[in-house]
């Protein structure tokens, strides 16, 4: 049973109470729902079902060896994120969104990932980077190593590297690559190539003189180093070049130069890697990255930002491509390779959306991953292209308060709190918004809670949002997609998803090698072997 209405009997609240009374009378009788007609028709349900049972039914398992990987990482993107997505999607088209079907909703197989680390509950992004590209559980805020390493301790990293899933598949003679919507050395990319005892040391100026001493490396430097990447799209220009180095972009902006200590420049040094090797093109801005064909290029480092990209929303298109073209960009390229590809998109800034807690900035981020996951569709064939979309840890968002059908994911309630105020339908339970005066939350009947810029309401006060720790989707499509099911660790992923590429140590499911004689078979006829037998008799 639904409680829909808790109207507080004061002194003074018989008005109020008529007002209540007068509410959950219209709520029953007024319709006051956008649902299209047919749905009260029964039929309309039966037959939905039926046609879900029988495409259930008809569904094949697809066997076929994974040539290529697409992994789609939502940072932050919870089940509730999904599902508040889904629904601004639909209204973004000027429909009810509830009924709105994503692409990743379409993905045959479904299951969950347990996300908590070795040492939390609740993780970061480079402990879950780790796990669900190097196939291991490790501590906070750690980077491609085991357990055994300990947070911010150099000398504790050494010996405990692991490796991942890009570079399995670069061993194997693919390519690889990597898109994201962050700064390129952020912990979930920093995962596929980087080993450091702390996510935060992005440039060699970032980490203390004791870990320099001790032989640690820097993570953008690891970029150039570790693996040989195809492809590599993001920001974080300014990790890459000599403190004091102008931005090309906003060279009047002192937080955006180069941060360098050590005095080199990553990008001329990605250059002169290349030079009379491969066709290899650095970009900084839409003009010179839609000048990039692919047809013609085996490298790409495109660097959009100093930093991390700017939210969808805020983009400007004339400066920087969207997730959709880059993901686009990199598939090109890399799939010029008749072995395969592994490619790994991140959209990013879902995670930093809902650090601020605002709503709107996460969810649009989450609409632009999905239209990247339609085009990476289109661009592949499911016969042998596995495309994997999942989270690495969800937030403290919740989705709340009875709204109508139809009614804007980013609006309010129709129902008021004890208190008598309104509150969001889409709310935290910790961040920024906490914002209690006077023992009374603010009104917010006037204010425009749809806005890029609205930061929601929140039980507890924190400075950033917080994750959450339950478990996150993952969905599957293409060769050995049914592998990804039930309930399993996050460390899970990578094992299945090389199992499925027959790029693992376990090679049951792959084809044998071409087997090749040793030396030529010399056929002979009848009467050549009859004579030589004549003559075998004569000499003796």
């Not at 879950?128 to 085991?146: E, F, I, P, Q």
């Not at 990553?266 to 692919?294: C, H």
């Not at 890029?452 to 950033?464: E, G, I, L, R």
Request: proline residues 6%; aromatic residues 6%.
């Amino acid at each position: 049973m639904i409680t829909v209405l808790h109207c507080p009997l004061t002194s003074i609240v018989m008005v109020t109470l008529h007002f209540c009374l007068l509410y959950l009378f219209l709520l029953a009788t007024s319709g006051h729902c956008a649902a299209p007609a047919e749905e009260e028709n029964p039929e309309f349900w039966r037959k939905l079902a039926k046609d879900a049972l029988h495409s259930a039914i008809n569904q094949k398992l697809n066997t076929n060896v994974a040539k290529n990987i697409v992994l789609f990482l939502g940072d932050g993107m919870g089940v509730t994120t999904i599902t508040a997505a889904r629904i601004l999607k639909g209204q973004l088209q000027n429909r009810t969104g509830e009924e709105t079907v994503l692409t990743m909703d379409t993905f045959p197989h479904v299951g969950l990932v347990k996300v908590y680390s070795v040492d939390f509950q609740i993780p970061d992004s480079a402990a879950t980077g780790t796990a669900y590209l190097c196939g291991v559980k490790t501590n906070l805020n750690t980077v491609g190593l085991s357990a055994a390493a300990r947070n911010g301790v150099c000398r504790s990293q050494k010996g405990r590297e692991v490796t991942s899933i890009l570079k399995w598949a670069k061993d194997a003679g693919k390519s690889v690559g990597i898109v994201t919507t962050t700064r390129v050395q952020h912990a979930s990319p920093a995962a596929a190539y980087a080993h450091s005892a702390s996510r935060k040391w992005y440039c060699d100026s970032d980490m203390p003189a004791s870990a320099k001493k001790e032989g640690c490396t820097d993570i953008a430097s690891q970029l150039l180093n570790n693996t040989d990447i195809d492809v590599i799209i993001g920001g974080g220009r300014k990790y890459m070049t000599p403190k004091g180095t102008l931005d090309p972009e906003y060279p009047a902006d002192a937080k955006a130069a180069g941060m360098r200590g050590d005095g080199r420049n990553l990008i001329s040094e990605w250059q002169q890697m290349k030079v009379g090797k491969q066709v290899a093109r650095y970009v900084w801005n839409r003009t010179d990255f839609d000048a990039v064909d692919p047809s013609n290029t085996d490298y790409l480092l495109a660097l959009f930002e100093p930093g991390d990209l700017r939210f969808d929303v805020e983009r400007d298109p004339a400066m920087d491509p969207s997730l959709p073209e880059t993901t686009e960009k990199a598939i090109r390229i890399l799939q010029r390779n008749p072995k395969g590809f592994f490619l790994f998109v991140e959209g990013g800034r879902i995670d930093q959306g809902h650090h601020a807690s605002r709503a709107s900035m996460a969810l649009h981020e989450t609409v632009a991953l999905d239209t990247a996951v339609e085009r990476a569709l289109q661009l592949t064939s499911e016969n042998d292209t596995l495309t994997l979309v999942t989270a690495d840890h969800s937030h403290s968002v919740s989705f709340n308060g009875y709204p109508f059908r139809g009614n804007s994911i980013l609006g309010k309630s129709p129902l008021f709190g004890l208190d008598m105020m309104p509150y969001t339908t889409l709310m935290y339970g910790n961040g920024p918004g906490h914002k209690i005066i006077d023992n009374k939350r603010p009104d917010i009947r006037g204010v425009d809670t749809a806005s890029k810029d609205y930061v929601q309401q929140a039980a507890v006060p924190t400075d950033s949002e917080t994750h959450g720790g339950e478990d996150v989707a993952v969905l599957a499509r293409g060769p050995m997609g049914h592998l990804f099911h039930g309930v399993q660790e996050q460390s899970y992923i990578p094992h299945a998803l090389a199992y499925a590429a027959c790029i693992g140590p376990d090679q049951s499911h792959c084809p044998p090698p071409p087997t090749r004689s040793s030396s030529p078979v010399l056929r002979v006829s009848g009467p050549i072997i009859l004579l030589s037998l004549l003559l075998a008799a004569l000499l003796h």
